[in-house]
């Protein structure tokens, strides 16, 4: 069974970063594709990043060229880096495995979530 496990939440000045990490447990990273998503409250979950198996990345029109999505196989681990962040960055983030789609619904892994509160 495949078990994830973010951290890497805070608090966090408005134009400041944060670094996301999930360990992948249960099998190897390798040839798993991996997606970041996040949930406001009173919002749907929305699509933030995903990392296909063969290294390719894709962005949500709301981080793009603010977040970078990364895989490290030798640790099972997938980072989210958040740069320039904005007060509507302000939810909490999921990872997600077993799927290159940008639907929640598609991916049958989930994390517990790690809380990221972006102040002005």
């Known amino acids: 069974q495949v078990q994830l496990e973010e951290s890497g939440g805070g608090l966090v000045q408005a134009g400041g970063s944060l670094r996301l990490s999930c360990v992948v447990s249960?099998?190897?990273?390798?040839?798993?594709?991996m997606g970041w998503f996040r949930q406001a409250p009173g919002k749907e979950r929305e699509f933030v990043a995903l990392?296909?198996?063969?290294?390719?990345?894709t962005y949500g029109d709301s981080v793009k060229g603010r977040f970078t999505i990364a895989r490290d196989n030798a640790k099972n681990t997938v980072y989210l880096q958040m740069n320039s962040l904005k007060p509507e960055d302000t939810g909490t983030y999921y990872c997600?495995?077993?799927?290159?789609?940008?639907?929640?619904?598609?991916?049958?892994?989930w994390g517990q979530g790690t809380q990221v509160t972006v102040s002005s």
């Open positions: 997600a495995g077993g799927s290159r789609s940008s639907r929640p619904h598609d991916y049958p892994s």
């Open positions: 249960g099998r190897t990273l390798s040839g798993y594709s």
């Open positions: 990392m296909s198996w063969l290294g390719t990345s």
